[in-house]
Nanobody
Framework: QVQLVESGGGLVQAGGSLRLSCVFSGHAFSRYAMGWFRQALGKEREFVASISWTGGSTYYPDSVKGRFTISRDNAKNTVYLQMNSLKPEDTAVYYC??????????????????WGQGTQVTVSS
């Protein structure tokens, strides 16, 4: 059974940086596409980033492109989200997600089926 545990959230000033980590427990991490989503208070969950099982392909929405970077270390069963130039509108609970798939990270977004419990990111103005 796959379990995901996020860490690295916190309070940061606008313009600052944070790096989130997500540790995958289970088998065959290298066969899973991984992603990050976020949900702000009172809003729907929003896609933030995805990465292929090899780490060779990534995908971002325009809202974070150029500021956020997703990466993975298959030897450590960990996926990361480096967040730079943070804005108050990035404030949300950030969730790690996984799916057993070789699909391109752009098209795998609707298929994530395993979720972590989330880590809070708060960006002050």
């Amino acid at each position: 059974q796959v379990q995901l545990v996020e860490s690295g959230g916190g309070l940061v000033q606008a313009g600052g940086s944070l790096r989130l980590s997500c540790v995958f427990s289970g088998h065959a991490f290298s066969r899973y596409a991984m992603g990050w989503f976020r949900q702000a208070l009172g809003k729907e969950r929003e896609f933030v980033a995805s990465i292929s099982w090899t780490g060779g392909s990534t995908y971002y929405p325009d809202s974070v492109k150029g500021r956020f970077t997703i990466s993975r270390d298959n030897a450590k069963n960990t996926v990361y989200l480096q967040m730079n130039s943070l804005k108050p509108e990035d404030t949300a609970v950030y969730y790690c997600a996984a799916v057993l798939s070789a699909m391109d990270p752009k098209y795998v977004i609707p298929y994530f089926d395993t979720w972590g419990q989330g880590t809070q990111v708060t960006v002050s103005s």
